[in-house]
């Protein structure tokens, strides 16, 4: 064991809404110093918001609630401040950036995120010092170097977009990283491959890790110590890593059916995301 | 002269600090303000010039007095008679730049003129108001026998070569503006590149306008002889004064058979500038005219490069890079004239408007009859940052022929909320996440730039952009 600081993640009672529709309602999660946490749930149950809610999406209004990052205020933050104070979000369907190198892009990230106090317009990392880390960084995910002049999930693969989330993970280093479907849309051996990657990344920096996963292979390298089970914007359920196990194994009939009022708004939900 | 500018006057020209500073000069002649038939002539006996070049102004002077002012593009407010026309700074020319007067070479100092010339340059003409200060000339380019001078020294020392083409191109009645720089026009660059000589490194020009309410009438032509090849760049920065400026510039260019010529101009006008220009090229047999044009600044630009394309083969390219902000208007564009067959074009422009600021891109693609199996295409993008912000598009698209490819796509947007939220939940400011976007926008056209313009265009953009986002 180390002195260094322990870290802790704390949601407490978060309510979220898009536009005037809530999406979560009361949802409390506490994550410890580098702890994994599986975020499990039917499609529309709000995995995503929670998400989105703490990395601070415009879009995504918290109307209760609150979360700290050790002991301060996260809802009072920025987006880029919260990245700066080391939350992570590789997100699901990134963005694409015309015209913007993966490299350029990573080099300001990377800059910000390791000198939070940084005033605009001064130095970035070495290029020197940064290339070697990108490089180093890219062959051990086995990305090829050419992928670092490419522009920002321009015409990316599935594949390829994860693995560009990844490498960000990998150079950002956060406290704290949620994970959205980051093995989603890739091939059997891609999905063993960033599951190595990402147990690598977070068991080297002990960063904690929340997963939202509908796959088993992401878990079976990065064991959850808790499985938290989302329901109609709510944590219903939450368990161990066995709980993971028994979901990936029977789906979600016996939750749906313990927790019938969740149940119903999940699928009140659903109906209004696919009307939208 | 300079003038005293408000705290919250420099604020608002705190994006073009580099090249707001002013130089206190004394100048050795400065015409009376205003323009009439006294102050054509007076300029006419300072050069000295041949009888058939003050007819030529004076000429021009009728046609621009007869000349309604353009009802369309932007709204121009200025009264020609409170404009200097014409302003000596020094008496001579300077082949060193410890020929060029201190304070005046201390300009071009702080612009970094002599530095990028003693690194990546074949030639340098710098023009102070009026007149071309400095001058020079790679040794091996002039024993090749390329021309690169003032078009006032042109006058004098290659009488037959530049009378053959001034004013073929762009005769002074094409337009108001170009019949007035056709009465009042001093300096610019004459360049002449004999058959099959090509310059490999870039020629500059750069043109500071120094002085309050001053006039900038530059005239530059440039001939590329058959199969010679040479890349031209040109610079235009001015101070910020509490009174509108007004560069008037007239550009043409010839490009004969298998030659090939690179126009770039890279500007940051001050925002009391008003920027109304004309350049085209005439592209005969299998010739290649492309214009880079790169316009910030100035409170309206009214610029359209054109390239006619006057034999079989000939190519037109047009790049152009537009940026407002507030009070600012770009009225900006291009013209490819197809009249003859087979020949290729393409326009790609981009524009960016921001705080207040209006873009427009107003094209023209023309095909004359005859001009078959012709191919035209046009991509015009824009981008807008804040809802205060403008973009217009005004394409003209005449064809007169069955047999050729037209293709025209425009794309305006906004910045999305998803990129801007994606960039800064990875830790960059707002600020740093939307010059990334701008600078990813145009990212297709700087790659076009030499090396050290593109980073200087960069570098123009991030200026721009810094403090923009609230």
Same mark, same amino acid.
């Given at each position: 064991?180390?002195?260094?600081?322990?870290?802790?993640?704390?949601?407490?009672?978060?309510?979220?809404?898009?536009?005037?529709?809530?999406?979560?309602?009361?949802?409390?999660?506490?994550?410890?110093?580098?702890?994994?946490?599986?975020?499990?749930?039917?499609?529309?149950?709000?995995?995503?918001?929670?998400?989105?809610?703490?990395?601070?999406?415009?879009?995504?209004?918290?109307?209760?609630?609150?979360?700290?990052?050790?002991?301060?205020?996260?809802?009072?933050?920025?987006?880029?401040?919260?990245?700066? !104070?080391? *939350?992570?979000?590789? #997100?699901?369907?990134?963005?694409?950036?015309?015209?913007?190198?993966? +490299? /350029?892009?990573? %080099?300001?990230?990377?800059?910000?995120?390791?000198?939070?106090?940084?005033?605009?317009?001064?130095?970035?990392?070495?290029?020197?010092?940064?290339?070697?880390?990108?490089?180093?960084?890219?062959?051990?995910?086995?990305?090829?170097?050419?992928?670092?002049?490419?522009?920002?999930?321009?015409?990316?693969?599935?594949?390829?977009?994860?693995?560009?989330?990844?490498?960000?993970? !990998?150079? *950002?280093?956060?406290? #704290?990283?949620?994970?959205?479907?980051?093995?989603?849309?890739?091939? +059997? /051996?891609?999905? %063993?491959?960033?599951?190595?990657?990402?147990?690598?990344?977070?068991?080297?920096?002990?960063?904690?890790?929340?997963?939202?996963?509908?796959?088993?292979?992401?878990?079976?390298?990065?064991?959850?110590?808790?499985?938290?089970?989302?329901?109609?914007?709510?944590?219903?359920?939450?368990?161990?890593?066995?709980?993971?196990?028994?979901?990936?194994?029977?789906?979600?009939?016996?939750?749906?059916?313990?927790?019938?009022?969740?149940?119903?708004?999940?699928?009140?939900?659903?109906?209004?995301?696919?009307?939208? | 002269?300079?003038?005293?500018?408000?705290?919250?006057?420099?604020?608002?020209?705190?994006?073009?600090?580099?090249?707001?500073?002013?130089?206190?000069?004394?100048?050795?002649?400065?015409?009376?303000?205003?323009?009439?038939?006294?102050?054509?002539?007076?300029?006419?006996?300072?050069?000295?010039?041949?009888?058939?070049?003050?007819?030529?102004?004076?000429?021009?002077?009728?046609?621009?007095?007869?000349?309604?002012?353009?009802?369309?593009?932007?709204?121009?407010?200025?009264?020609?008679?409170?404009?200097?026309?014409?302003?000596?700074?020094?008496?001579?020319?300077?082949?060193?730049?410890?020929?060029?007067?201190?304070?005046?070479?201390?300009?071009?100092?702080?612009?970094?003129?002599?530095?990028?010339?003693?690194?990546?340059?074949?030639?340098?003409?710098?023009?102070?108001?009026?007149?071309?200060?400095?001058?020079?000339?790679?040794?091996?380019?002039?024993?090749?026998?390329?021309?690169?001078?003032?078009?006032?020294?042109?006058?004098?020392?290659?009488?037959?070569?530049?009378?053959?083409?001034?004013?073929?191109?762009?005769?002074?009645?094409?337009?108001?503006?170009?019949?007035?720089?056709?009465?009042?026009?001093?300096?610019?660059?004459?360049?002449?590149?004999?058959?099959?000589?090509?310059?490999?490194?870039?020629?500059?020009?750069?043109?500071?306008?120094?002085?309050?309410?001053?006039?900038?009438?530059?005239?530059?032509?440039?001939?590329?002889?058959?199969?010679?090849?040479?890349?031209?760049?040109?610079?235009?920065?001015?101070?910020?004064?509490?009174?509108?400026?007004?560069?008037?510039?007239?550009?043409?260019?010839?490009?004969?058979?298998?030659?090939?010529?690179?126009?770039?101009?890279?500007?940051?006008?001050?925002?009391?500038?008003?920027?109304?220009?004309?350049?085209?090229?005439?592209?005969?047999?299998?010739?290649?005219?492309?214009?880079?044009?790169?316009?910030?600044?100035?409170?309206?630009?009214?610029?359209?490069?054109?390239?006619?394309?006057?034999?079989?083969?000939?190519?037109?390219?047009?790049?152009?890079?537009?940026?407002?902000?507030?009070?600012?208007?770009?009225?900006?564009?291009?013209?490819?004239?197809?009249?003859?067959?087979?020949?290729?074009?393409?326009?790609?422009?981009?524009?960016?408007?921001?705080?207040?600021?209006?873009?427009?891109?107003?094209?023209?693609?023309?095909?004359?009859?005859?001009?078959?199996?012709?191919?035209?295409?046009?991509?015009?993008?824009?981008?807008?940052?804040?809802?205060?912000?403008?973009?217009?598009?005004?394409?003209?698209?005449?064809?007169?022929?069955?047999?050729?490819?037209?293709?025209?796509?425009?794309?305006?947007?906004?910045?999305?909320?998803?990129?801007?939220?994606?960039?800064?939940?990875?830790?960059?400011?707002?600020?740093?996440?939307?010059?990334?976007?701008?600078?990813?926008?145009?990212?297709?056209?700087?790659?076009?730039?030499?090396?050290?313009?593109?980073?200087?265009?960069?570098?123009?953009?991030?200026?721009?952009?810094?403090?923009?986002?609230?």
């Amino acid at each position: 064991m180390s002195d260094a600081p322990k870290h802790q993640l704390k949601i407490e009672n978060l309510h979220v809404s898009v536009g005037d529709k809530p999406i979560l309602r009361g949802v409390n999660l506490t994550m410890g110093h580098g702890q994994t946490h599986a975020l499990m749930g039917p499609n529309g149950s709000g995995k995503s918001t929670l998400g989105l809610a703490i990395m601070g999406h415009p879009g995504y209004e918290v109307t209760d609630g609150s979360i700290l990052l050790d002991g301060e205020d996260v809802l009072e933050m920025e987006p880029n401040e919260r990245a700066r !104070a080391g *939350l992570f979000m590789a #997100f699901q369907r990134p963005v694409a950036i015309p015209g913007v190198k993966m +490299a /350029d892009f990573l %080099r300001h990230a990377t800059t910000n995120v390791r000198r939070p106090d940084r005033k605009e317009g001064e130095d970035l990392i070495p290029m020197r010092e940064f290339r070697k880390e990108l490089k180093d960084k890219m062959q051990h995910l086995r990305m090829d170097v050419e992928f670092a002049r490419r522009y920002v999930n321009d015409g990316f693969s599935g594949g390829e977009m994860k693995r560009a989330e990844i490498l960000q993970l !990998a150079m *950002l280093q956060p406290k #704290f990283a949620i994970l959205d479907e980051t093995d989603s849309g890739l091939d +059997a /051996d891609a999905v %063993r491959l960033a599951s190595e990657s990402i147990a690598d990344i977070g068991g080297r920096e002990k960063m904690g890790l929340l997963i939202i996963t509908h796959h088993d292979k992401l878990l079976e390298h990065n064991p959850p110590e808790f499985t938290h089970v989302m329901l109609g914007g709510r944590i219903v359920e939450t368990g161990g890593k066995e709980l993971a196990e028994e979901l990936h194994r029977s789906g979600y009939d016996r939750i749906r059916t313990a927790y019938p009022e969740a149940e119903a708004r999940n699928q009140e939900m659903l109906n209004e995301e696919t009307a939208v | 002269m300079a003038t005293d500018v408000t705290a919250s006057e420099r604020d608002q020209i705190g994006e073009i600090n580099k090249y707001n500073f002013r130089t206190e000069t004394t100048g050795v002649f400065k015409a009376q303000k205003g323009i009439n038939k006294e102050v054509v002539n007076q300029i006419s006996d300072i050069k000295n010039e041949p009888d058939w070049m003050r007819k030529f102004r004076l000429d021009a002077l009728e046609i621009f007095e007869q000349r309604p002012m353009p009802k369309w593009g932007g709204a121009i407010d200025l009264d020609f008679q409170d404009i200097y026309y014409y302003l000596k700074p020094t008496d001579h020319q300077g082949r060193t730049w410890d020929d060029v007067p201190d304070e005046i070479k201390d300009t071009f100092d702080k612009l970094g003129i002599p530095e990028a010339e003693k690194k990546f340059l074949a030639g340098v003409k710098a023009q102070f108001e009026s007149e071309v200060i400095y001058g020079s000339l790679q040794e091996d380019l002039s024993k090749k026998g390329v021309l690169f001078t003032d078009t006032d020294s042109a006058v004098r020392e290659h009488p037959e070569l530049l009378r053959e083409y001034f004013g073929t191109v762009i005769p002074p009645a094409d337009n108001k503006f170009a019949a007035l720089n056709s009465a009042v026009w001093s300096g610019g660059s004459f360049i002449y590149v004999p058959k099959g000589v090509h310059i490999e490194f870039p020629l500059q020009a750069y043109f500071r306008i120094n002085a309050e309410s001053m006039g900038q009438f530059e005239r530059t032509l440039i001939i590329v002889d058959e199969g010679a090849s040479v890349h031209y760049v040109e610079g235009c920065t001015a101070p910020m004064y509490t009174t509108e400026s007004l560069h008037s510039a007239v550009v043409e260019v010839i490009v004969k058979r298998n030659a090939r010529c690179r126009y770039t101009t890279i500007q940051n006008w001050a925002n009391n500038i008003y920027n109304l220009v004309t350049k085209r090229a005439y592209a005969y047999g299998d010739a290649t005219m492309e214009w880079v044009d790169g316009n910030l600044g100035s409170k309206l630009t009214m610029k359209y490069p054109a390239v006619h394309m006057m034999e079989p083969g000939a190519r037109g390219e047009i790049l152009s890079i537009a940026f407002s902000s507030e009070g600012q208007h770009q009225d900006a564009g291009a013209k490819l004239v197809h009249s003859a067959p087979n020949t290729t074009g393409q326009i790609i422009s981009k524009s960016i408007s921001k705080n207040g600021g209006r873009s427009s891109y107003r094209g023209l693609v023309k095909v004359d009859p005859g001009a078959h199996q012709s191919k035209n295409n046009v991509v015009c993008d824009a981008l807008i940052l804040d809802p205060e912000s403008r973009s217009d598009t005004y394409p003209y698209i005449e064809v007169g022929e069955q047999d050729v490819q037209i293709g025209h796509e425009a794309s305006v947007s906004r910045i999305g909320e998803e990129q801007m939220f994606y960039l800064l939940s990875r830790g960059l400011s707002e600020s740093e996440a939307s010059t990334m976007i701008v600078n990813g926008f145009i990212e297709p056209l700087v790659k076009e730039l030499p090396m050290e313009y593109a980073v200087e265009m960069n570098r123009l953009i991030q200026l721009q952009m810094e403090g923009s986002v609230g």
